[in-house]
């Protein structure tokens, strides 16, 4: 089976402009988080997303936003780029949202870079 | 060879030693740890995880030791190999979202 996929692998955008990142959980996998990791740093969250609704949001700016589509693939959009949002963007998906505590499974990233 | 402190940034070992890296954390809600392992250009692999209620689980070469009074986490890699060379993050997470939280990181180099 499939891991998680995302789409580009590398990007290069310059400030101002729009960037939209995409990801395909792993088949079943119903929710889907977004995580940052500056250069150097472990991975922040941005969104997660559980049957089309966000069920969580880390403390980024409203230029970050994202959606969940039908099948369960999710975009990350981000206006307005500014230097400060190169990094690598991780999608990661996980089974369901329960109580229960379960492990996120990492795409191998989009790398951004903002020029 | 063993890492001393909370956030070591880089651990060397000879191939075949044992490593150990070190993580804490500071909310004592957090009742779920993962660690994971980042090569470079690839996305963090999940090695092992635990649960508040347990305070050791074991995998192949690898095991987690959780002290929730001092909060503190561990991975031990028994006869660590050039393939383990990678940064290791701890991650855990406290509600019912399931968002993770990731330490900073240790840079584990396999000297063969």
């Known amino acids: 089976d499939a891991g998680v996929t995302q789409s580009p692998t590398h990007l290069i955008k310059t400030r101002g402009q729009h960037v939209t990142l995409r990801c395909s959980p792993i088949?079943?996998?119903?929710?889907v988080s977004w995580y940052q990791q500056v250069l150097g740093q472990g991975p922040q969250f941005i969104f997660q997303y559980y049957e089309k609704e966000e069920r969580g949001r880390g403390n980024f700016p409203d230029r970050f936003s994202a959606r969940q589509f039908p099948n369960y693939s999710s975009e990350l959009n981000v206006n307005a780029l500014l230097l400060g949002d190169s990094a690598l963007y991780l999608c990661?998906?996980?089974?369901?949202?329960?109580?229960?505590?379960?492990?996120?499974?990492f795409g191998s990233g989009t790398q951004l870079s903002v020029l | 060879g063993e890492s001393v402190g909370l956030h070591l940034p880089t651990l060397s070992v000879q191939e075949g030693d044992n490593s150990i890296i070190n993580c804490a954390y500071s909310?004592?809600?957090?009742?779920?740890f993962i660690w994971y392992k980042q090569e470079s250009g690839k996305g963090p692999q999940f090695i092992i995880d635990i649960r508040s209620n347990m305070d050791k689980r074991q995998g192949q070469r690898v095991t987690v030791l959780l002290n929730k009074t001092v909060k503190h986490l561990s991975l031990q890699i028994a006869a660590t190999q050039p393939g383990d060379s990678a940064v290791y993050f701890c991650?855990?997470?406290?509600?019912?979202?399931?968002?993770?939280?990731f330490g900073t990181g240790t840079s584990l180099t396999v000297i063969p």
């Open positions: 088949s079943g996998h119903k929710s």
């Open positions: 990661a998906s996980s089974i369901t949202l329960g109580r229960a505590r379960e492990k996120l499974f």
């Open positions: 991650a855990e997470t406290r509600d019912a979202g399931n968002q993770f939280y």
């Open positions: 909310n004592s809600a957090s009742d779920y």
